[in-house]
T-cell receptor, first 115, second 114 residues
């Protein structure tokens, strides 16, 4: 079953614009992660935010987490054509001992960045 | 370090056959997880192996099985293939000591069942 639900399902923007993607989830989590997938290939880890964090930055990426609303957002600033991909949020409900390497993914957001 | 490798990359089988997929994690990673990705169901967790032991299992029928070898390489097997097993199968490895579970994915094996 899907834990995360991303919103919107598809997003089309112009190069240079910002892209905001949202993710909602159902149960308590230890951390939430965002991944990118290019054209049916493997997933690439983008950023991880722990349940006790509210905001995190990595390069052009900014992720926020609101555990009271069980939601997260991923902002990509100054988008590029190379950012065109599918983006997934994934939740980890396991313990911090690392004894549960199971992620539950949303269905993904298709981002198209027009040159 | 070399990334996660999966073989074969593409596979075509017919209904009723069985298939074995292979995954080699990043050197030093002992945890390997498998996921199935389909357009309808999205990414779904199959199972996870750590030090040759299955540590977690998703909600898949018993036709889906796996194992892990002493060098951390993992295989998954699907017996009596059905059309609905057509999917991209992804494996991921996790570094030892990573309490926060960032996963490194391979390129996937695209299985088509005819």
């Amino acid at each position: 079953s899907q834990q995360g639900e991303e919103d919107p399902q598809a997003l089309s923007i112009q190069e240079g614009e910002n892209a905001t993607m949202n993710c909602s989830y159902k149960t308590s989590i230890n951390n939430l992660q965002w991944y990118r997938q290019n054209s049916g290939r493997g997933l690439v880890h983008l950023i991880l935010i722990r349940s006790n964090e509210r905001e995190k930055h990595s390069g052009r990426l900014r992720v926020t987490l609101d555990t009271s609303k069980k939601s997260s957002s991923l902002l990509i600033t100054a988008s590029r054509a190379a950012d065109t991909a599918s983006y997934f949020c994934a939740t980890d409900v396991g313990s911090y001992t690392g004894a549960n390497s199971k992620l539950t993914f949303g269905k993904g957001i298709t981002l198209s960045v027009r040159p | 370090k070399a990334g996660v490798t999966q073989t074969p990359r593409y596979l075509i089988k017919t209904r009723g056959q069985q298939v074995t997929l292979s995954c080699s994690p990043i050197s030093g990673h002992r945890s390997v997880s498998w996921y199935q990705q389909t357009p309808g169901q999205g990414l779904q967790f199959l199972f996870e192996y750590f030090s040759e032991t299955q540590r977690n299992k998703g909600n898949f029928p018993g036709r889906f099985s796996g194992r892990q070898f002493s060098n951390s390489r993992s295989e998954m097997n699907v017996s009596t293939l059905e059309l609905g097993d057509s999917a991209l199968y992804l494996c991921a490895s996790v570094p030892d000591g990573n309490s926060y579970n960032e996963q490194f994915f391979g390129p996937g094996t695209r299985l088509t069942v005819l």
